[in-house]
């Protein structure tokens, strides 16, 4: 199989009006980890949430190649057959549908008809993906993330991921409201899918999830585009000095979108 | 709108040879001879924010005669034997063909412990002595309005059961009502009886196959002695054509328990009236409801928990799925009796609007006559999230399917409560049908 590229070109979003996204360009290829980060009020949730397709957000100029397709032409669940997946900062909790029924839905609509998991394979796979997650097994049972604490919603989340295996995952603070050892189980889930078909991109607010989840290359977010690239390093830097080293040395005043020209 | 014909054509005589030539006992007859009577003089029922007056209440073939004969398993029609689970020892099963009993399947079980399970036409000619203790007496009065006294007068099908104390039935009692003659009027009498400490789950089916005209005027009375326990499912799935006026009413005595479990899928003008009275203390109601309104169908539905026995408790849950022109209004009353101390009312009615032409009216209502109760009431009437949707098609299910799935899920609590899995996938068939 050849290696998956996502490849984000010149991209605008705006959200009731106001442009948040500006011009950003970006791309993964299979076996990457990219992270973004930035401080709050930057565009970085808009990202994830924009190339998803949630009715919210209107993207105004640009593409998004998931292999060469514009996977902005498509419809939400068309993004995720064809191989995207976003992990969630907010979940919603879906009242009567069990966590199991919505995964096995979900992987049999991606497999197509007449190709469906078997129901033993299906549950062997579910069991031994939430056990790494350190999941209680009555959680296959329970309402999709009806009355889940925060952490058991990311666990949640990533347990999707494992399940659905797919090209691209976009995680959206998927680290925020986790104590140490859920941020550890979270990034082994994630460090297990590492391979060259798969690409990861990041999104968080702290460095911590990049002590266990080691990414390829770290890029800073501000006024909603990329200002600054780097490795690894990058993110221990930030951890150590904040932003305002970058903003300096980009002669930035106010990091944030959609502020500055109600400033000026 | 068709043409109602609004004569009432039976009198004292047409009832009294009707009831003569099913061989009823002489109280039963005097009973109906009664509400011909008063069927003259009253009134239709006035439900809150519907308009009945129009509804077709009288126009129907009324005694569909011809005996049928008892029918294998085999020979059920297909929409009827869907509704039957995989035939089973333990299994208790009456189905009733225009009100006339076609197919039984009893277990010696059912027989051993004493449990009377039969259609009111032999209950009446072979148990009349017990059922008379119970017929319209507690929950329904013959004289309420218009229905009640039709009801009795022309009452041409339904069941007894009578469980008696500390008989546990294990197995469900599972009935089904079908009309096959298009025009035939379902008038089915239900009396549920289960005696002290006596525990039963009984389950009916009502189904009919045309959009012709036709009434259905259906009464339940269920009976809770002390301590008795009675689980109580309906599916009903009228057609069109049919105007229903459905009463089920529950009488709980001391620290007796019914739980209601009702998937109310008629297509056709539907007024329900689904009341508990709640009379020694320690009693406690549980109400569960859903439906589905579609087309033009217009629905009222009262869920009415009364509590006159102190530390009584009454839940309320009720949902409900609108969409096309559809109208319904819920009325979910608690009503807590002066004395009724430390009694506790709950109700939740949440609807889900699928259309900006329906209309669904949710009306959470407390009456609260003694201080120290606790009751509390929550209503919502709105649309399927977005957010919802965004997350389910995010995972790749496609629009039509993550609408689905929300809408199951917000029946899901009344549709699991059933208690035959046969039951529970044809009403999940039903719900599919009506919300696509």
Redesign the interface.
Known sequence: MATPTLKIENLHVEVEGTEIIKDFNLEIKGGEIHAIMGPNGTGKSTLASAI????KYTVTQGKVLLDGENILDM???E???AGL??G?QY??E????TNSD?LR??IN??RGEGNEISLMKFIRKMDEKMEQLEMDPSFAQR?LNEGFSGGEKKRNEIL?LLM?EPKFAILDEIDSGLDIDALKVVANGVNSMRNPEFGCLIITHYQRLLNYITPDQVHVIMQGRIVKSGGAELAERLENEGYDWIKEELGIENEKVGEQEQEA | MMSVDTKWTFDEKYVKEYSQRRGEPEWLTEERLLAVRLAEKLELPKPEKTNIKTWNFTSFKHDVTGDYGELKREELPEEVRVLLDRASEGENILVLRDGKLVYRSISERLKEQGVLFVDIETAAKEHGDLLKQYFMSHAVDVDENKLTAHHVALMNGGVFVYVPKNVEMEEPLQTIYWQEDPEAAIFNHVTVVAEDNSQVTYLENYVSFSEQDAVANIISEVYAKPGANISYGGVDHFEKGMTTSVIRRGYAEKDATIKWALGQMNEGNTLSDNTTILKGDGANADAKAVSVGRGKQSQNFLTHIVHHGKHTDGQILTHAVMKDEASSIFNGVSKIEKGATKSNGEQTERVLMLSERARGDANPILLIDEDDVTAGHAASVGQI????M??????????K??ER??I??????VVDQLPLQAVRERLTEVIERKVQ
């Open positions: 998803m397709g949630h009715p419809d939400v669940d993004r995720a057959k997946f976003l969630m979940p919603s879906i009242s009567g549908v919505f839905s979900a609509t991606k309402y999707q659905l | 999230d977005p957010m919802q965004f997350y389910l098609m995010s995972r790749g299910i496609s629009e399917e993550a799935l929300i199951h899920g917000f029946l899901a609590p």
